[in-house]
């Protein structure tokens, strides 16, 4: 069943049903315009230092510049592996002026990981925080990497602050390991080298790739997301043509909690947000809830982004709930599904609505979301953006009609042109006709809205029934005395599996006795939890996704002793 119906019968007035993907030939023609449109408009915000639209301009012209007299050409590869830090746009669009392909990089890989990534994708250059430089020590003979630049989280921010900044992460904190690579230069330095030679500039085409955005790697080996220039082009214009109804072109100050390498925070923030004149405000550790409190002391935020658990914990963080949110219009939730508690008392404590979207890398990744008016429908993932279908498909890959739960496909132009060099794994995620299966259970409302039942790797069988853990955390965490829930399948000699939860308490007076009989009031038998076990925390990935994959291997190296 086709949404476009319906979509076109909820969707908020001023929504338009389709965008025009080839607007521009390359992402980096929109940047350039970007750039010039708001030349003196400050652009991002990082520890209370702000760099300009035009400042972005000529840094990134000066690093391309720089790319470019090291020997890198069109098409090569270089890993921006950091966190929020201002030389992360610079670095970006500064690749892109010159045609050489960013692989985005998690900084928290182990030394396996960078190792995967660097060879697999054949990176030559990477731009590294200094704090993890120690790692690639480890591993870069392994690589082709030839250009190392280091960023540290100080340099950027003025001459005596930066300086300051850096004594204390490297002295005091000792967060900056030893680390001795050869030939490499600081951030700093490769811009003022730069600034010696001219940019031989690089548009590009529509089909081109110019991101390798590689998965999480939660199951099996991490495959690189070739994105090309139409792919982000078209979901930039999605994202801004189901966003600017509500917003002020040139005046918005967007908080981007998320790290910019997170395809997320990449797209919605830094490219769809900063394309409209948006200010970004970087926060470097998401983790650190102290610093998102500053960050709305001292800017006026009038939209936020960020997943499930960063509004969760917000919201139990005092300082937070007792700041002025009267300039916040905006809250946009993704990377994971949004509990229908959390975006209640989001609402309620911040007076703002908090809309859950949905994607993934694979789709650039927007494919859908809620009116950000918050006149959508809580609990599930919106309706598709413009230019995009989705639909809900059985087994047997057969359309399924409104209210039957199926796996969730996605067609549409910000649909990624497959896997790098992984053909055969391309194949497998792309129906013959191009629909991209995307792993996840769902269903269409009647009216249009799709709802998110689960992934499909993490449903548990009990007694041939299936059990979502989507569901069963939910209602384990509408409990006053819970904070944080994940659920896993446990083996079971009479139904297969049992469901067991891992609990992170609000208040420590709750007993396994109390969360079971709450949930045995609004669960069927089978979905009730057989199993609790009390943790001070959750394993989380760097943007706060809960790894039940993780809980599921500790909980099996357990039972066999």
């Not at 490219?271 to 001292?298: E, Q, W």
Request: neutral net charge.
């Amino acid at each position: 069943m086709s949404s476009t119906k319906p979509w076109l019968a909820n969707y908020p007035n001023g929504v338009p049903a389709n965008i025009d993907p080839d607007m521009y030939t390359a992402l980096i023609d929109m940047v350039l315009e970007t750039f010039e449109k708001y030349r003196k408009k400050d652009a991002f915000t990082c520890m209370d230092k702000t760099l300009t639209f035009d400042q972005i301009d000529k840094y990134s012209e000066a690093f391309g510049a720089y790319l470019q007299s090291r020997g890198l050409e069109k098409g090569d590869k270089i890993a921006l592996m950091m966190p929020n830090l201002l030389q992360y746009p610079i670095a970006l669009f500064g690749a892109m002026r010159a045609g050489i392909i960013v692989v985005n990089t998690n900084p928290l890989y182990t030394t396996r990981e960078m190792r995967h990534q660097f060879t697999d994708s054949g990176v030559k250059a990477i731009v590294i925080a200094e704090n993890f430089a120690s790692k690639l020590q480890e591993i870069i003979s392994d690589t082709n990497i030839k250009v190392v630049i280091t960023a540290s989280i100080g340099e950027m921010l003025g001459t005596f602050k930066g300086a300051m900044v850096n004594f204390v992460v490297r002295k005091v904190k000792r967060m900056v390991p030893k680390f001795d690579l050869a030939n490499s230069v600081t951030f700093k330095e490769s811009l003022a080298q730069g600034k010696k030679f001219k940019l031989v500039p690089h548009s590009g085409t529509p089909d081109e790739t110019i991101i390798l955005q590689y998965t999480g790697g939660t199951t099996g080996v991490a495959k690189g997301a070739m994105l090309t220039n139409r792919n982000l082009v078209a979901n930039m214009q999605q994202i801004r043509a189901t966003m600017l109804p509500f917003l002020k072109v040139g005046e918005e100050i967007a908080l981007s909690p998320l790290p910019m390498y997170h395809i997320f925070a990449f797209t919605v923030n830094c490219l769809a947000l900063m394309s409209i004149g948006t200010r970004t405000v970087l926060i470097v550790n998401p983790r650190d809830l102290s610093t998102i409190v500053d960050a709305f002391k001292k800017n006026d935020i009038t939209l936020m982004t960020g997943i499930n658990t960063l509004f969760n914990g917000l919201l139990n963080y005092k300082p937070f709930t007792e700041l002025d949110f009267s300039k916040l219009n905006v809250s946009v939730g993704g990377g994971m599904a949004v509990q229908r508690t959390v975006a209640e008392k989001w609402h309620k404590v911040t007076g703002c609505p908090l809309s859950e979207g949905y994607g993934m890398t694979e789709s650039s990744p927007v494919a859908s979301v809620n009116p950000i008016d918050g006149s959508g429908k809580l609990g599930t993932i919106g309706m598709p953006i413009p230019s995009t279908d989705i639909r809900i498909v059985n087994d047997n890959g057969q359309p399924l009609g409104a209210g039957e739960v199926g796996e969730i496909q996605i067609k549409g132009p910000q649909v990624m042109k497959g896997y790098y060099n992984r053909p055969d794994e391309t194949a497998r995620t792309f129906t013959p006709d191009g629909w991209l299966c995307t792993g996840d259970i769902g269903e269409m409302h009647e009216d249009g809205y799709f709802q998110i039942v689960d992934r499909k790797k993490n449903m548990i069988l009990v007694s041939g029934f299936n059990v979502y853990p989507s569901e069963v955390e939910e209602i384990a965490v509408s409990h006053p005395k819970v904070l944080e829930v994940a659920a896993i399948g446990m083996p079971n000699e009479k139904s297969g599996e049992v469901v067991k939860i891992y609990v992170v308490k609000k208040d420590k007076s709750l007993t396994p006795e109390e969360l079971i009989a709450h949930c045995r009031e609004k669960l069927t038998g089978y979905k009730v939890p057989k199993a609790i076990e009390f943790r001070d925390e959750l394993p989380k990935s760097n943007v706060g996704k809960i790894l039940h994959r993780v809980l599921k291997e500790e909980m099996m190296k357990e039972m066999n002793g």
